[in-house]
């Protein structure tokens, strides 16, 4: 029944109504209007119905506009999360009627975005993210959504795909255009994007999931440097897992106390006598047993436990040090090396950390070396000078570990208070060229000598090793030719040992 015709025949069964409908301007446009549909009523008689007609375009375009703001973001004017959300829902309930209906769902994230809000202003930062978005939209199709999920998060939901070679030509293409320069200001700005993508999506159930999946994936990208694409995989998915898992048991660890530390005996080459030891740290997992470091450290780095967990190995190993040197007195000339992370020594307090944890021990802080990584120190120069000639001060020494492995200059290394320099076993015991390694080895003992500093080869394993070594005149050495790093017991025993042998 036609509308006009429905209005009618409701006023004229006895009751008034109120439609939305169009109406014919007399200019001969259409234009929304409101309709109020009264019977007129003589007695108990219904003789005939009015109409109240208003014209609501005015109310209707500002509906539109509202509706448009919900779904749209103010900047690009592209569908916001909720749209996108929404369109992947129904894409998601299509996949259930139809398992032939594939789509992906690509997730963008520009590098080094908040550098270019900081060096050239929001109004920039602004600019080149409208000016990414029409360069993004214009490698999809219409049947595509192209959104802003926020910040300079942009999502993609492709619909029909059918190889994932086709995502890949537009994803290679769309990674393209974003890294050409933006000419904003009559500035080129460079960006680029790193790209997660879900391409199996019949198992989800819920758009959340989907995009949960590709922002794991977009990390991963990211992890890879800038402007990488990776696709989504259910291995992913349970690495993330694990991870996660991983830093809730590390928060447990740190309170049940299951770290342990192990000592890594230092000799003297000439002499071969002990003269300090590497405390390194190890974690009794109650399910998974003894863990070493490269499974926990990372984790730790990431998420900032590396603080309470290396502070806790600073405590322990000065405590563990004061304790041998008032039963044996061989221990008294050892030095205890502790590993720290750019973490720790950044923190404000760290120093005063230190000096609190000699003095509790009443150690003698010539007893003690820090060992930090070359990535360490290149850091953030000034607060890392500062800090570790504050230490120095102190009496704490200060070892370069893992030398030769990052990119410190001479001219670099001379500014920082540093004592010894520890050569990376990837020289002494690793599968490179033995001749090249030797030459890199002496390399290092000679710069170590023109900056007066000592040096300590790490990972000494064979005989063959340790002579090259003497022939160098290194003067320290660790590796498994001397000793694993041992447990506590392990150390009183060769203590020991050492005493009854004078
Ligand atoms: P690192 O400080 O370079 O420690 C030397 C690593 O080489 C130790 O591994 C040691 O067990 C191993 N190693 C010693 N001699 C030999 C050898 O002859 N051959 C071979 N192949 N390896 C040898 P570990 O104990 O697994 O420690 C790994 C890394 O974890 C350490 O490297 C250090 O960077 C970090 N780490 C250990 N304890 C701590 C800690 O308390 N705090 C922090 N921040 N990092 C720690
Ligand atoms: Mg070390
Ligand atoms: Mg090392």
Same mark, same amino acid.
């Given at each position: 029944?036609?509308? %006009? ?8 069964? *006895? ?26 009523? &003589? ?90 978005? =029409? ?18 998060? @942009?999502? !993609? ?21 974003? =890294?050409?320069? @933006? ?13 997660? $993508?879900? &391409? ?25 440097? /800038? ?28 309170? +049940? ?6 000592? +890594?005996? $230092?000799?003297? !080459? ?18 998974? *047993? ?44 050892? !030095? ?40 360490? &120190? ?6 890392? &000078? ?9 009496? !704490? ?5 893992? @030398?030769?492995? %990052? ?6 290394? +001379? ?12 020289? $002494?015991? %690793?599968?490179?060229?033995? +001749? ?59 203590? /020991? ?6």
């Amino acid at each position: 029944m036609a509308e %006009g015709k429905m209005i009618h025949q409701t006023a004229l069964s *006895g009751k008034s109504i109120q439609r939305e409908t169009h109406r014919r301007h007399k200019d001969g446009r259409l234009i929304p209007t409101s309709v109020l549909g009264y019977p007129i009523k &003589i007695g108990s008689e219904i003789v005939g119905a009015f109409y109240i007609y208003m014209n609501i375009s005015e109310r209707k375009s500002v509906e539109k506009a509202l509706a448009h703001q919900a779904f749209h973001d103010a900047l690009t004017g592209l569908p916001n999360r909720v749209l996108f959300s929404e369109r992947l829902g129904r894409a998601l309930e299509r996949i259930k009627r139809n398992q032939d209906h594939r789509f992906a769902v690509l997730l963008f994230d520009l590098d080094r975005f908040k550098q270019v809000n900081d060096s050239y202003g929001h109004v920039t930062g602004d600019k080149l993210l409208v000016a990414v978005s =029409s360069r993004l939209s214009k490698c999809f199709r219409a049947v595509d959504t192209v959104a802003r999920l926020g910040g300079d998060e @942009f999502a !993609v939901l492709m619909e029909e795909v059918d190889r994932p070679e086709q995502i890949i030509i537009v994803v290679n293409r769309a990674k393209e255009l974003v =890294s050409e320069p @933006f000419l904003i200001n009559n500035q080129e700005i460079f960006t680029s994007a790193s790209i997660g $993508i879900v &391409i199996k999506t019949d198992p989800y159930q819920t758009p959340e999931e989907i995009m949960r999946d590709a922002d794991i994936a977009m990390y991963r990208a990211k992890e890879l440097g /800038k402007g990488y694409f990776k696709f989504f995989s259910r291995k992913m998915y349970q690495q993330t897992v694990a991870l996660v898992k991983l830093e809730t048991e590390l928060r447990q660890a740190i309170d +049940q106390k299951q770290f342990e530390l192990y000592y +890594q005996p $230092i000799l003297d !080459v000439p002499t071969q006598q002990l003269v300090g030891l590497e405390a390194l740290i190890r974690w009794n997992h109650p399910v998974r *047993g003894m863990l070493f470091p490269s499974i926990f450290i990372p984790v730790a780095e990431d998420t900032g436990l590396i603080v309470p967990i290396g502070s806790w190995a600073i405590a322990e190993a000065c405590r563990q040090l004061k304790e041998w040197q008032e039963e044996f007195k061989v221990a008294n000339n050892l !030095v205890m090396n502790v590993n720290i992370s750019s973490k720790q020594l950044l923190l404000p307090d760290f120093v005063d950390y230190v000096t609190n944890v000699l003095q509790q021990n009443d150690l003698d802080p010539r007893c003690l070396k820090l060992e930090i990584t070359e990535t360490v &120190i290149m850091q953030d120069t000034k607060a890392t &000078i500062e800090r570790l000639t504050r230490l120095v001060n102190l009496g !704490v020494r200060i070892v370069i570990d893992d @030398f030769g492995t %990052g990119y410190s200059s001479l001219s670099y290394l +001379q500014r920082f208070p540093i004592d010894v320099l520890k050569i990376d076993r990837s020289f $002494i015991s %690793g599968s490179g060229n033995v +001749q090249d390694n030797i030459e890199i080895v002496k390399t290092i003992i000679s710069l170590a000598r023109s900056l007066g500093l000592s040096v300590v080869a790490e990972g000494v394993e064979s005989l063959d090793q340790l002579d090259a070594l003497k022939d160098l005149k290194c003067e320290l050495a660790q590796g498994y030719l001397f000793s694993k790093p041992l447990d506590k017991l392990s150390i009183i025993e060769l203590m /020991k040992d050492m005493k009854r042998s004078g």
